[in-house]
């Protein structure tokens, strides 16, 4: 299997910074990475895709970036309802899809 | 709009079964591939597996935690996904969603673009 390791497991921080979140694959997987989120109680909802195309109807202050092994979900100017649970996740591999450990964010 | 709306959650004891539908809406069922996850109780995502749409023989996928003890299935003339959960363990307790697939055949172009609400199984004596 293919193991994704995302760092930090949470994160404090305020109302208009920029944050950065990291996910690191045991092996390359292609660009084959999409980012969710999770509000407690809720499904999640995908924000990129290939690393980085925006899925429909997310702000753009979410973006992507990475290849090879090495992936980031950068959030700049962070809205109140951005404080969520985030995941990445590797699709490369069909026969075993895999999620980071999730990273939450706080309001500080 | 596209809607998932899953059902068939509950209580069950070890050994037993459990079925899982997830009916959909908004879209053409039959072109796309549909997935299973899990979320354990203040866990992480797990994927379960999914099943590949008709043109691509309706084929299944599972992880190694549930083959051979879960079964994907789907009823295109309906529009529903199943989960088959046959000799449960406690350790399968856990919030179970659906989500369609991004492609029809999910070989590595397949992320999850609609998710359902998901329903709570718990395993337990």
């Known amino acids: 299997d293919i193991q994704m390791t995302q760092s930090p497991s949470s994160l404090s921080a305020s109302v208009g910074d920029r944050v950065t979140i990291t996910c690191r694959a045991s092996?390359?997987?292609?660009?084959?990475l999409a980012w969710y989120q999770q509000k407690p109680g809720k499904a999640p909802k995908v924000l990129l895709y290939?690393?980085?195309r925006l899925a429909s109807g997310v702000p753009s202050r979410f973006s992507g970036s990475g290849s090879a092994t090495g992936y980031t979900l950068t959030i700049s100017n962070l809205q109140p309802e951005d404080f969520a649970t985030y995941y990445c996740?590797?699709?490369?591999?069909?026969?075993?899809?895999?999620f980071g450990q999730g990273t939450r964010l706080e309001i500080k | 709009e596209v809607q998932l709306v899953v059902s068939g959650g509950g209580l069950e004891k070890p050994g037993r079964s459990l079925r899982l539908s997830c009916i959909v809406s908004?879209?053409?069922?039959?072109?796309?591939?549909m997935s299973w996850f899990r979320q354990a109780p203040g866990k992480g995502l797990e994927w379960v597996g999914f099943?590949?749409?008709?043109?691509?023989?309706?084929?299944?996928e599972y992880a190694a935690s549930v083959k051979d003890r879960f079964t994907i299935s789907r009823d295109d003339s309906k529009s529903v996904a199943y989960l088959q959960m046959n000799s449960l363990k406690t350790e399968d307790t856990a919030v179970y969603y659906c989500?369609?697939?991004?492609?029809?055949?999910?070989?590595?172009?397949?992320?999850?673009?609609?998710w359902g609400q998901g329903t709570l199984v718990t395993v337990s004596s």
């Open positions: 989500a369609r697939g991004s492609s029809s055949h999910c070989g590595g172009d397949c992320y999850s673009d609609y």
């Open positions: 908004g879209f053409t069922f039959g072109d796309y591939a």
């Open positions: 099943i590949r749409g008709k043109d691509y023989g309706e084929t299944a």
């Open positions: 092996q390359g997987i292609s660009n084959s």
């Open positions: 290939a690393v980085s």
């Open positions: 996740q590797q699709y490369y591999s069909p026969l075993s899809i895999t």
